[in-house]
């Protein structure tokens, strides 16, 4: 419940923020500024240089890779017969297919699978969630954002992105067996504490919920492919075709229907495609996740 109350307070003061005449309408491009080249950077350097990698729970860590690819293909797919703008079609693309295992799976997983599942749900959002983000998704921003010009600049993009050195720069470290200096942890972690606050804070004051402002197409197709579709897929997937059963199992149900995570928002939003619509993903889809995760969980133990 914290984290929902918490949820709620970070959207709230955003929003209320946006109101200040003194602000600048951008004012949320400065936060996520910090988000992306401090805080997003020394999270992926401080939780990548350290997550041991286990085949023994290789579904948690395949499910965010597997939803994401999947929202791809269908967003894709589903442009033959619904029109979107090339931005809109990225925006949902990254927010419905990468889930928030952190920030709103850890307190449920926990709840529900005690100490495992907490375990299984680390490597879930740092093996999983946390690389899709800064890897694919942030080509995938990337590409989008200069799908217009000509050539390979995105790659160039991408490369020169903080997140994505601090990736290449943890994997080093990781494989390597190196062990970070205690007070280079401690000041990476210091760096990266502000993170869930800022980046909630920054999606209120780009939610715009009047009737008029919302894109409610793209918004139902989204949520449809986040909250159902996905989680469907990892079922037949996981359940009924490699045959999987407990709590690694369960737990890539839950994990594909957890709302969208509000990192790869704040980067669709710092690469301009339709900042709105990803906000609005994040602050209704969140909350919406959350029933859906409950009656899913419901479901699992009467079949």
Known sequence: MTNLFFLVLCLSFGVFLKKIPALSKDAHLVINNLLLYI???????????????????????????????????????LKRFVKFHPHSEAVLILTAGIPSVSFV?????????GDEGMHIGVLMSQAGSFLVCSTVGIVTAAYYAHAQAQGLGFLRDVLRFPTFLAFCAAIV??????????????????FSSPFSFLALTSIGMQIELRPKNINWKALAWGLGYKLILA???IFVLFVLVLKQRG???????????????????VVASNYRLNPTLAAQMVGVGIPLS??????????????
């Open 247 to 265: 709590i690694v199992a369960e737990m890539c149900i839950l994990g594909a229907a957890l709302g969208p995570m509000n990192t790869i928002a």
């Open 39 to 77: 805080c997003l950077p020394a999270a992926t350097l401080l939780y990548t240089s350290t997550t041991q990698f286990s085949s023994q729970y290789a579904l948690p860590i395949l499910m965010p890779w597997l939803s994401f690819g999947f929202s791809f293909l269908f967003f894709h797919f």
């Open 105 to 113: 799976g850890f307190p449920i997983f926990e709840m529900l699978y």
């Open 173 to 190: 470290i990781n494989v390597s067996g190196v062990e970070l200096p205690s007070m280079m942890v401690e000041l990476l972690r210091k």
């Open 231 to 233: 989680p469907v897929l």
């Open 290 to 303: 959350l029933l859906v995760v409950a009656l899913l969980n419901l479901l699992i133990h009467l079949l």
